[in-house]
């Protein structure tokens, strides 16, 4: 849960979503600093603020920590097309579905031992089984990758 993008924001919400990643939930002591919040550490020890892509950049303006998420992923999604099956052959042969996955965009997914999705905003992740992108595979199982080679084309 992040801060929200518009209306009021409180210090302790701030506090929160620095501390837990749960704007409006969790205990926080006093006091509650800016320089804090901004630097990690102080009296509720803070961890580092997290720099992945943010809506606005945390200042020592309330307005600053609009949209801000502690718990923000650093990956993008990205568009890659895949074929899937049971068996080596079913993926290397099979029709290209569309798939995505949160690694570099020209590297296939078992290169970098991403983790592929069925959606376009990485959320579902992909089923079990061989995936290839026409020349080469990769047998993806719980999220890990195994078993690469070349289709042989």
Excluded: H
């Excluded at 803070?46 to 892509?53: E, G, R, V």
């Excluded at 099956?85 to 570099?104: I, K, L, P, R």
Aim: overall charge negative.
């Amino acid at each position: 849960m992040a801060v929200p993008s518009s209306g009021a924001i409180t210090m302790l919400g701030i506090a929160q979503e620095r501390k837990y990643g749960s704007y409006g939930f969790g205990t926080i002591s006093s006091p509650i600093t800016m320089f804090d919040l901004l630097n990690g550490g102080g009296a509720n020890a803070f961890p580092s603020l997290n720099t992945c892509p943010q809506p606005n950049t945390p200042s020592y303006s309330m307005s600053g920590w609009y949209g801000y998420n502690q718990s923000a992923s650093c990956s993008t999604c990205y568009e890659i097309f895949l074929s899937f099956g049971d068996e080596t052959f079913q993926a290397c042969n099979g029709e290209f579905t569309q798939y995505f996955t949160s690694t570099e965009p020209f590297q296939p997914p078992w290169m970098s031992g991403a983790e592929i999705y069925t959606d376009p905003a990485c959320q579902i992740k992909a089923q079990d089984g061989y995936y290839s992108n026409g020349s080469e595979y990769g047998f993806y199982f719980r999220g890990e990758w195994g078993e690469m080679g070349f289709c042989g084309f």
